[in-house]
Structures are given as structure tokens and as C-alpha cells.
């Protein structure tokens, strides 16, 4: 009983695994790789290839290839508590609808951001937002400054502040459960 119910499961994955692979247009083996590099990007392509069964140099290739289309970047995830900066917040901003300048200035604010050290994430959002952004800092203080400079700067209609307190999940999609 216990054989038919493994083998059952074993073609069930198997089909959970192509029908994935088929709807994102990647091998197999890139989402085993992707898989195996989710759960830790530094894990070298030998140890990958023994627990894959695919050789080295296929996953090589493979990963030059995902270099290019599908990897965006690889960092590290950092605890902002223990480097200082105890303040985190995702802020929700709305600008102000004068659409003679709105392009203009919603332009000037993602280049704003995108220079700006505090902040670590930026989304382009809907149902009544423009963005989010997620701020880092040492204090409140700090934040409450940088978000006076983009009121002041860009014309802020409404801004909605939630302070971060705990991560419980951070980067923990899983591309494809059990691909390994």
C-alpha cells in the first residue's frame, strides 16, 4: 500500500513539475536550479549537481543563461537592526492630479528614490496609490525628515506611513516545492 501511495505521489510531482515548467517557458532542470539557488544562492554548482543528478557544466550553462533573462540580481539580505538603523516603513504616496505636471513629476520622484540611501524598495502601485516605498532608517526622526523633503519637493497628496516591525517571511518564494 505504502509502494502504490509513493509512486502515486512520485507521478503526481512529476506531473506538477512539467506542467510548471511548461507554463514558464524553463527546463526542468533551470527551475531545479533556481530551486536549489532560492534556498541558498551561495551553494556551490558541484554540491547543486550532486543533489540534482545534473552535471556541473549544464548547470553552468544554464545559470549564464538565467544570468540573462530571469536572475535580476543577487544580494544579500541584510538585519538592519544590528547595522543600526532601527526605523523601517512602507510608505503608500499619491500625487497630487494636476496633469499638466503629473508625468514630470512623478519621473523626478522615482530618480528622487532611486538616489535616495534610505530607501530600499520602490513599487508602482494601484487602487488609489502611486507607489510604495519601503524606507530604511536609524530613527524615527530620520524618517519623518524624508518624508517632509518629499512633501515639500513633490507635492504629495496623501501619504500613508506602516512601520515595519518583524519580518515573519522575507524572500522565501519557492520556485517549484520539491525540485531539487
Given amino acids: 500500500m505504502i509502494q502504490k501511495i509513493n509512486s502515486s505521489y512520485e507521478l503526481n510531482n512529476n506531473f506538477i513539475k ?11 532542470k533551470s ?31 544554464i545559470l549564464k543563461e538565467l544570468q540573462h533573462s530571469t536572475i535580476t540580481k543577487s544580494t544579500v539580505l541584510l538585519n538592519f537592526s544590528k547595522l543600526g538603523y532601527h526605523t523601517r516603513a512602507q510608505v503608500f504616496i499619491k500625487l497630487k492630479n494636476d496633469s499638466a505636471t503629473n508625468t514630470n513629476n512623478r ?17 508602482k502601485i494601484n487602487n ?26 513633490f507635492g504629495i497628496q496623501k501619504q500613508e506611513i506602516h512601520y515595519l516591525i518583524d519580518d515573519i517571511k522575507r524572500e522565501g518564494f519557492s520556485v517549484g516545492a520539491n525540485f531539487a
Avoid: M
Fill in 18 to 28: 512539467q506542467d510548471l515548467a511548461s507554463k514558464t517557458n524553463l527546463s526542468i
Fill in 31 to 61: 527551475l531545479k536550479l533556481l530551486s536549489s539557488l532560492r534556498e541558498n544562492s551561495r551553494e556551490k554548482l558541484t554540491s547543486i549537481s550532486k543533489t540534482t543528478n545534473i552535471p556541473v557544466s549544464t548547470l553552468f550553462d
Fill in 107 to 123: 519621473d523626478e520622484l522615482v530618480q528622487h528614490l532611486n538616489c535616495n540611501h534610505s530607501v530600499n524598495n520602490i513599487y
Fill in 128 to 153: 488609489g496609490w502611486d507607489f510604495i516605498i519601503e524606507t530604511v532608517h536609524k530613527n524615527i526622526r530620520e524618517l519623518d525628515e524624508c518624508l517632509d523633503n518629499l512633501n515639500k519637493r
